[in-house]
C-alpha cells in the first residue's frame, strides 16, 4: 500500500473492499476506536474526527497499527 493522503472512505475501502463505502469507513473508525494507542498517536497528529481525509502521516501510523489492508 502507498503511504499517501486517502480519503477516509477510500481508506476504508482498502480496509473492506466487500462492503458500502459509508460501512466501510464506519467499520474502520470503529477499529480505530476500539485501539486506545492508535487513537491517542492519531490525536497527537491532530486529527479530527470530522476530517474528509487522512494525512499521509495518518495513514502510516493506521497501516503500523492495524496492518496493511489486503489489496
Given at each position: 500500500?502507498?503511504?499517501?493522503s ?36 492519531l ?29
Amino acid at each position: 500500500m502507498k503511504i499517501r493522503s486517502y480519503a477516509k472512505s477510500e481508506l476504508a475501502l482498502l480496509y473492506f473492499p466487500a462492503s458500502d463505502p459509508h460501512v466501510a469507513t464506519v467499520r474502520l473508525m470503529g477499529w480505530i476506536r476500539r485501539c486506545p494507542e492508535l487513537k491517542e498517536r492519531l490525536s497527537a497528529c491532530n486529527s479530527s474526527k470530522f476530517a474528509k481525509y487522512f494525512t499521509a502521516k495518518e495513514v502510516g501510523l493506521i497501516e503500523e497499527y492495524l496492518g496493511c489492508p489486503d489489496i
